[in-house]
C-alpha cells in the first residue's frame, strides 16, 4: 500500500519570502500522480498543483512550484513570495495512474505567513 | 460550472440515529469520490464511484457505512446506528472521465457530523 509522509506539522515563513514544504512517498507503481491541495480555514480542498510521474520536468504554477524527486519518491512544495492568504494547511497526495482508487493522502503542513 | 456541492452542511445527530449526506458532483464529471477527515489528519478515501457503479467499497469504515450513486449523478452516503467516533468532515470530490486516472479531482466544501 502507498503512504504519504509529511515530516514538517508547522512551517512559519515572512511575508514575501520563500518556503518549502516537505513530502515523501512509498509505492511500488511507476505511473502515478502527485498532488499538492490547500486546506484554508474555510475546510474546502483547494489544488494548488500536480506532476505526473513520468514527467521529468517539475510543474509550476505561478508562485508555486515542485521539486519532484522520483528516485527519492520526494515531492516538496516551494511558495515563492509568501502572502497573506496562503495560510493554511496543506496536504500533499498521491494517486495510481492506472487503477480505480483515490487519493492517498499525508497528515499536513501547517503554513504560517508572519506578517 | 457551479463546483461540488454537499448537503447538509452542518449535522448533529444523537448516537444510533441514522444520518444522510448528499453530494452533487460537478456536471458531466463521472467520477465520484467520499472522503473522511478527522481534526488533525489529512482526508481518507472511503470510496468511489464511475457514473452508477460503485468500483471501490473496500475502504468504507465499516458495515453501517454505505454509498448510493442510482443514476450516475448525485451521491449519498449514509451510517446508520451513529457513533461518537463517527464525528468528522465528509468531504465529498468528482473528476472528469480519463483514460489515464490521476486528472484533477475536485472537492467539495464538506459535511461535518457531531454525534453526541
Known amino acids: 500500500a502507498q503512504t504519504v509522509t509529511q515530516s514538517q506539522p508547522e512551517m512559519s515563513v515572512q511575508e514575501a519570502e520563500t518556503v518549502t514544504l516537505s513530502c515523501t512517498y512509498d509505492?511500488?507503481?511507476?505511473?502515478?500522480?502527485l498532488f499538492w491541495y490547500k486546506q484554508p480555514p474555510s475546510r474546502q480542498m483547494i489544488l494548488v498543483i500536480r506532476?505526473?510521474?513520468?514527467?521529468?520536468q517539475n510543474a509550476t504554477e505561478n508562485r508555486f512550484s515542485v521539486n519532484f524527486q522520483k528516485a527519492a519518491k520526494s515531492f516538496s512544495l516551494k511558495i515563492s513570495d509568501s502572502q497573506l492568504g496562503d495560510a493554511a494547511m496543506y496536504f500533499c497526495?498521491?494517486?495510481?495512474?492506472?487503477?480505480?482508487?483515490?487519493?492517498?493522502f499525508g497528515k499536513g503542513t501547517h503554513l504560517i505567513i508572519q506578517p | 460550472d457551479t463546483g461540488v456541492s454537499q448537503n447538509p452542511r452542518h449535522k448533529i445527530t444523537k448516537r444510533g440515529q441514522n444520518v444522510t449526506f448528499r453530494c452533487d458532483p460537478i456536471?458531466?464529471?463521472?467520477?465520484l469520490y467520499w472522503y473522511r477527515q478527522t481534526l488533525g489528519q489529512g482526508p481518507e478515501f472511503l470510496t468511489y464511484?464511475?457514473?452508477?457503479?460503485?468500483?471501490?467499497k473496500s475502504r468504507l469504515l465499516s458495515d453501517r457505512f454505505s454509498a448510493e450513486r442510482p443514476k450516475g449523478s448525485f451521491s449519498t452516503l449514509e451510517i446508520q446506528r451513529t457513533e461518537q467516533g463517527d464525528s468528522a468532515m465528509y468531504l465529498c470530490?468528482?473528476?472528469?472521465?480519463?483514460?489515464?486516472?490521476?486528472?484533477?479531482?475536485?472537492f467539495g466544501e464538506g459535511s461535518w457530523l457531531t454525534v453526541v
Open positions: 470530490a468528482s473528476s472528469p472521465r480519463v483514460r489515464r486516472s490521476g486528472n484533477t479531482i475536485y
Open positions: 509505492t511500488s507503481e511507476s505511473d502515478y500522480y
Open positions: 506532476q505526473e510521474a513520468y514527467k521529468q
Open positions: 497526495a498521491y494517486h495510481p495512474g492506472g487503477g480505480a482508487d483515490g487519493l492517498t
Open positions: 456536471s458531466e464529471h463521472n467520477r
Open positions: 464511484f464511475q457514473n452508477e457503479a460503485q468500483l471501490e
